[in-house]
């Protein structure tokens, strides 16, 4: 079964700090890969996504991720945190080849940004 | 406005009292997902639909009942709530045309079980 981990629970910064989040999947097939944030009450929104083509992906708010396919890695980036950022970010995996409709969540990783 | 529409938003109801969570999409999706989210546990997925009258099981469907009989609509049943499914709720829809172009959620409904 497809698997999705994210090794991070709780990640504190101080504002201006770089952020890195881990993502790994499990499985051996084409996949499309997906963060999302979640902000303090609300519902989940798309960041970006990969499916095909250029493993660096850009997406809203000055994030980025990296597919890194030998290592079923799929790692979000930001420069630079702002205290807005604090969040619960979900890294999401979708196998094709398999029920295309069946979207696998990580278990979150909390974001607390010091101001 | 594309949006997916769940209600209510929140809900406190006691063990054993059937309840149905009402999910609708403006945006002509065919596919459809119920979601919980639990603390340290992420979301997991409970149903989905690949379209209209086609439904299969997700991560952890016991205790749930969902229906497709129009697009646009994919209500969430709960026959007999226990304590154990109090939790946060999201449904979420996903054109497709292409997979990666990932779910659009609603809102979510906070339900309480006592």
């Known amino acids: 079964a497809q698997s999705v981990s994210q090794h991070n629970h709780h990640v504190i910064l101080s504002e201006a700090a770089s952020l890195e989040l881990g993502c790994n999947y499990s499985?051996?097939?084409?996949?499309?890969l997906f963060w999302y944030v979640q902000y303090p009450g609300q519902h989940l929104q798309l960041l970006l996504k990969y499916f095909s083509g250029d493993p660096l992906v850009k997406g809203i708010k000055g994030f980025e991720a990296e597919f890194i396919k030998s290592k079923f890695s799929f790692n979000l980036r930001k420069p630079s945190v702002q205290w807005s950022d604090t969040a619960e970010y979900f890294c999401a995996v979708n196998a094709l080849g398999g029920s295309q409709g069946n979207l696998i969540f990580g278990k979150g990783t909390k974001l607390s940004v010091k101001p | 406005e594309a949006q997916v529409t769940q209600n209510p938003r929140y809900l406190i109801t006691v063990t054993g009292k059937k309840l149905t969570v009402t999910c609708s999409q403006n945006?002509?999706?065919?596919?459809m997902s119920w979601y919980r989210q639990d603390p340290g546990l992420g979301l997991r997925q409970i149903y989905y639909?690949?379209?209209?009258?086609?439904?299969d099981k997700g991560d952890v469907p016991e205790g749930y009942k969902v229906s497709r009989k129009e697009k646009r609509n994919f209500p969430l049943i709960l026959e007999s709530p226990s304590p154990n499914q109090t939790s946060l709720y999201f449904c979420?829809?996903?054109?497709?045309?292409?997979?990666?172009?990932?779910?659009?959620f609603g809102s979510g409904t906070r339900l309480t079980v006592v």
């Open positions: 639909s690949m379209n209209v009258e086609v439904t």
């Open positions: 979420a829809s996903m054109a497709r045309t292409g997979p990666g172009y990932g779910y659009t």
């Open positions: 499985y051996g097939g084409t996949v499309n």
């Open positions: 945006m002509n999706h065919e596919y």
